[in-house]
């Protein structure tokens, strides 16, 4: 297909519906990018979302930026076509954000024409990013998650506007007495751990001051059947792999009982950390990434928590409408991110709650844990996608 030659950037409404030289300078920048569009080329909005996301992935942002304006330019407009339109401009003005940029008016209100509270993210972005409004922010993105899958970057963006706000959305409401987060350490493999699963499943066992148990598949299935009742041990063997087994089945264990969840790869480092889990005086304690996602292999929370509520309450939603999205967006991260998110709003709303969450950043997880290398691991790829 031959480009048209422009070396400027067309606009996304009435430019033409065809790859352009600008466009095909941006994608150049990139070999993978390039890879794939000397490979199909970028005529199709298949292809043209295909290389924005390579793009963004690769972190030439600007470049993406571009490109989903051409993937923009070659959508339908039909409703049955996806991604749709308003997901295309917020990629794109996203974008724009995170290469320093300001996105015109005339493109955010054009995003306002398509979804009002995905405007308004991109609003509260800038806001947050360029104005360094954080307070502001906030109040503007509002509940705009709620039109994202869960586990998608706007929760991620959102805590992190949220904590870098003063705004206190954590804490609970005055003269609440909910308990600290029991010493219980809970565990899970499905069936033959090797041996250095094994010797870690020991090693928890024998913390002084902490109680360890340890689920199997069998067990999990007939304690979720005995506590949660056939559906949620239907959903739970109906899970895509162990890693969706497990993250189905330690919402509802930390919900029941309360105490720590600690995925069977990773280990408590020393008795400085066994002591700061026995110290936490808030209900919920999680830590996140780097990129401010929940780590849900290992949190605290005490028994009925209104955090793991809105997590149970994600994670079916996820299991009936939504059962081929990515394990961290269906059943892992993304829905304690998506929790925290709407604390966040609820709290802005005047919502107090009788449950505190302490939020430590990524540093702390390494103080706390180690991770070893287990030969499961090198499958992940292929579980993390469908």
């Not at 360094?132 to 705009?144: K, R």
Request: proline residues 4%; glycine residues 6%; aromatic residues 12%.
């Amino acid at each position: 297909m031959v480009a048209v030659l422009t070396t400027e950037e067309p606009d996304i409404e009435t430019g033409p519906k065809i790859i352009t030289d600008y466009d095909i300078s941006h994608i150049e920048v990139d070999q993978q990018a390039l890879d794939y569009y000397r490979r199909n080329g970028a005529g199709t909005l298949h292809d043209a979302f295909s290389i924005a996301n390579i793009l963004h992935t690769n972190r030439c942002v600007k470049e993406a930026a571009s490109v989903y304006g051409l993937a923009f330019r070659l959508h339908s407009e039909s409703a049955e076509v996806y991604p749709l339109p308003h997901s295309l401009l917020q990629a794109r003005l996203l974008c724009l954000l995170k290469s320093g940029a300001s996105p015109s008016e005339r493109e955010i209100n054009l995003l306002r024409s398509l979804n009002i509270p995905v405007a308004h993210y991109i609003e509260g972005v800038e806001q947050a990013w360029l104005a360094h409004d954080y307070n502001s922010a906030v109040a503007t993105i509002g509940n705009a998650y709620e039109e994202f899958h869960t586990g998608e970057e706007i929760d991620s963006i959102f805590l992190e506007i949220a904590m870098n706000s003063s705004l206190d959305l954590f804490s609970a409401k005055p003269g609440a007495v909910s308990g600290r987060i029991p010493r219980l350490l809970f565990m899970y493999w499905d069936q033959n751990p090797p041996p250095e699963i094994s010797d870690n499943f020991a090693y928890h066992q024998n913390i002084d001051g902490f109680e360890c148990r340890i689920f199997d598949k069998h067990e999990a299935a007939e304690w979720l059947y005995d506590n949660y009742g056939i559906e949620a041990r239907t959903l739970f063997l109906g899970a895509r792999h162990p890693a969706e087994a497990a993250d189905f089945l330690r919402v509802h264990v930390t919900q029941f009982y309360g105490g720590w969840w600690l995925d069977a790869d990773i280990r408590i480092r020393n008795k400085d950390a066994a002591d700061f889990m026995a110290s936490r005086t808030d209900q919920n304690v999680v830590v996140l990434t780097h990129n401010y996602v929940v780590h849900n292999d290992f949190y605290g929370t005490i028994p009925n928590s209104s955090m793991g509520a809105d997590c149970l309450l994600s994670l079916y939603r996820n299991c009936y409408q939504h059962g081929g999205l990515f394990i961290a967006y269906k059943t892992g991260p993304g829905i304690f991110n998506r929790a925290l998110s709407r604390r966040i709003h609820r709290a802005c709303e005047g919502v107090t709650f009788p449950d505190s969450i302490g939020i430590y950043k990524n540093d702390m997880f390494d103080r706390l844990i180690y991770q070893f290398d287990t030969p499961y691991k090198s499958i992940l790829p292929s579980w993390h996608s469908v």
